[in-house]
T-cell receptor, first 115, second 114 residues
Framework: GAGVSQTPSNKVTEKGKYVELRCDPI?????LYWYRQSLGQGPEFLIY????????DSGLPNDRFFAVRPEGSVSTLKIQRTERGDSAVYLC?????????????FGPGTRLTVL | AQTVTQSQPEMSVQEAETVTLSCTYD???????LFWYKQPPSRQMILVIR??????QNATENRFSVNFQKAAKSFSLKISDSQLGDTAMYFC???????????FGTGTRLQVFP
């Protein structure tokens, strides 16, 4: 079966613009996670969805970042008024359910570059 | 704060040899999971091995095994019979039972030489 997919694979935008990053989780996975990986760093947690609702958004850095998962499947991470510091690889992961006993399967990420 | 530390930015090993990657973590939790993830140049993170803190027996997955020392908060990864395909970034990660997020270290870049 298909794994987690993310589109686009690369996104270049200008400072101040709005961007949307999409994640298609593995079919049937109820839990979905967004992480951000800056150059030379490990991924940092942004937000976790269980079904349609955001169960934990404590990692979102500020109110310019927002994510939705309206039908409990595909998720979109939205970044308003992008800044150069937002440049990073944005990773999405999904799992069968919450908890560390459920493996998180990662997508290939979207590399965002803000000029 | 819960943190994960990987003190080896880079490691190298010859094919067929054994290498150990270090990881320490800091937490006041008693129940949690520990993970090693591999990230090849394709960027896709792949789970290598997982350990539950309440299990004293060290986890093994084929050529990969861990040395889990709960009191020392240490979780090292041993790769035996290293293969060229093991070349990648390796991240240690931690997840308390009461959350669902992974907390990652900064990674160790492993190069396997022929």
């Amino acid at each position: 079966g298909a794994g987690v997919s993310q589109t686009p694979s690369n996104k270049v935008t200008e400072k101040g613009k709005y961007v949307e990053l999409r994640c298609d989780p593995i079919s049937g996975h109820t839990a979905l996670y967004w992480y951000r990986q800056s150059l030379g760093q490990g991924p940092e947690f942004l937000i976790y969805f269980q079904g349609t609702g955001a169960a934990d958004d404590s990692g979102l850095p500020n109110d310019r970042f927002f994510a939705v998962r309206p039908e409990g499947s595909v998720s979109t991470l939205k970044i308003q008024r992008t800044e150069r510091g937002d440049s990073a690889v944005y990773l999405c992961a999904s799992s069968q359910g919450p908890g560390g006993h459920n493996e998180q399967f990662f997508g290939p990420g979207t590399r965002l570059t803000v000029l | 704060a819960q943190t994960v530390t990987q003190s080896q930015p880079e490691m190298s090993v010859q094919e067929a040899e054994t290498v150990t990657l270090s990881c320490t973590y800091d937490t006041s939790e008693n129940n949690y999971y520990l993970f090693w993830y591999k990230q090849p140049p394709s960027r896709q993170m792949i789970l290598v091995i997982r350990q539950e803190a309440y299990k004293q027996q060290n986890a093994t997955e084929n050529r990969f095994s861990v040395n889990f020392q709960k009191a020392a908060k240490s979780f090292s990864l041993k790769i035996s019979d290293s293969q060229l395909g093991d070349t990648a970034m390796y991240f240690c990660a931690f997840s308390p039972y009461n959350t669902d997020k992974l907390i990652f270290g900064t990674g160790t870049r492993l190069q396997v030489f022929p």
